[in-house]
């Protein structure tokens, strides 16, 4: 399992609680590691990874930031360093996955910030709006609703009401 491997190395290559540095030895495990023996990892990084950030630094404030798709972590990870006072709500269908996404989330230091839900986004997202309840200055109506939404679809959108009454400042889908 590709996990566990990303997990030893993370802690093989970073001290806890440096996020910036596991994003670093996340990006590095991709290149040195699985991409020598013709394995790939779906993630988001080095120049894509600076246009999906600088995607949601316009977001409207107040909101949290919902990612769907988690895969290992890397997006939320990069996001909420990126934005240190925003809640990140990052949804995995992969229990496995979201498991190692956990582990990292708290490895780096920012388990506070990012909120890891293991299920289907049709199943999660009506549950979260009561957990997530609007905020006064969140992003209201307008772009990127994702009701309609499934996993694996790529996008990045600014504002808008995601599902049920839960208000996002921007929504990712990895």
């Known amino acids: 399992f590709k996990g566990a ?12 609680g440096d996020a ?3 994003c670093a030895a996340i990006e590095a495990f991709a290149g040195d590691v699985l991409q020598p023996a013709r ?3 779906k993630i988001i990084g080095g120049e894509k990874a600076r ?7 316009d977001a409207p ?7 769907i798709g988690t895969y290992m972590g890397y997006s939320a990870l990069r996001l909420s360093v990126s934005q240190p006072s925003r809640r990140i709500i990052s949804l ?11 582990y990292l989330a708290m490895y780096a230091g920012r388990a506070h ?4 839900w293991t299920g289907h986004s049709q199943d999660l997202l009506a549950r979260l709006s009561s957990l997530y309840p609007r905020g006064g200055d969140s ?5 990127a609703g994702v009701g309609g939404a499934r996993e694996g679809h790529a996008g990045a959108g600014r504002g808008g009401q995601a599902h049920g009454g839960l208000q996002v400042a921007g929504v990712f889908m990895d």
């Open 61 to 67: 404030p107040g909101g949290p930031l919902l990612e």
């Open 20 to 22: 910036p540095g596991v």
């Open 51 to 57: 246009v999906v950030v600088d995607a949601f630094r």
């Open 39 to 41: 394995q790939w990892f």
């Open 139 to 143: 992003a209201r109506g307008s772009g």
């Open 5 to 16: 491997l990303l997990l030893e190395y993370v802690q093989r290559m970073v001290r806890p």
């Open 92 to 102: 995995e269908v992969d229990p496995r996955h979201a498991l190692v996404a956990q």
């Open 113 to 116: 910030q990012i909120d890891i």
